[in-house]
C-alpha cells in the first residue's frame, strides 16, 4: 500500500509492539517471501520488530496488520480454552489416579534423598573422623 514516509512513521509508533513482532513477522512472510528481511534469519525478532513492521506497511494496510493481530490472537485464546475444558473433564477416579501417582513420585523422592543422606559419598571425608583422629593423636 502508498504510504507517504509521514504516515508510516505515524502508523508505526501507533502499532509498534514488539510481543507481536513474531505475528507480523509470519504475516510479512505469507505477503512477501522473497523480502530483503528473509536473506538472513530473524533470531530474535521483538529486537527487529520496527523494522518487520515498517516493511509490512509497504505491502499491506495498517486495518489487515491489526485484523491479523487479532485472529492469531483469538486462536491462541482459543487453544487456552480448548485446553483448560479438557483438563476440567476429567473424572474423579482419573484425579485420584493422578494424585496418587504424584505422591508416590514425591514419597520417593524422599526416600531416595534420605538413602543419599545414609549412605554418603565415599570419596568425601566425614569431617566428625576427621577431628576425633585428631583428638587421638593429640591425647597420645
Do not use: W
Not at 513492521?53 to 489487515?64: A, I, V
Not at 489416579?97 to 534423598?113: H, K, L, M, P, V
Amino acid at each position: 500500500m502508498a504510504y507517504s514516509i509521514k504516515e508510516k512513521m505515524k502508523l508505526l509508533r501507533e502499532l509498534h509492539n514488539p510481543e507481536y513482532a513474531e505475528v507480523d513477522l509470519h504475516f510479512l512472510q505469507n505477503m512477501c517471501p522473497q523480502n530483503d528481511l528473509f536473506r538472513s534469519p530473524i533470531v530474535n525478532a521483538a529486537r527487529h520488530s520496527e523494522k518487520i513492521l515498517y516493511t509490512l506497511l509497504e505491502y499491506t494496510t495498517s486495518e489487515k496488520i491489526r485484523l491479523n493481530r487479532r485472529r492469531v490472537e483469538n486462536e491462541k485464546l482459543t487453544i487456552l480454552e480448548s485446553y483448560e475444558n479438557e483438563g476440567n473433564t476429567k473424572t474423579d477416579k482419573e484425579a485420584r489416579a493422578e494424585s496418587s501417582i504424584n505422591i508416590q513420585c514425591e514419597g520417593r523422592a524422599s526416600d531416595n534423598a534420605e538413602k543419599e543422606n545414609l549412605e554418603g559419598d565415599s570419596s568425601k571425608t566425614d569431617v566428625t573422623d576427621v577431628e576425633k583422629k585428631n583428638e587421638l593423636t593429640v591425647t597420645q
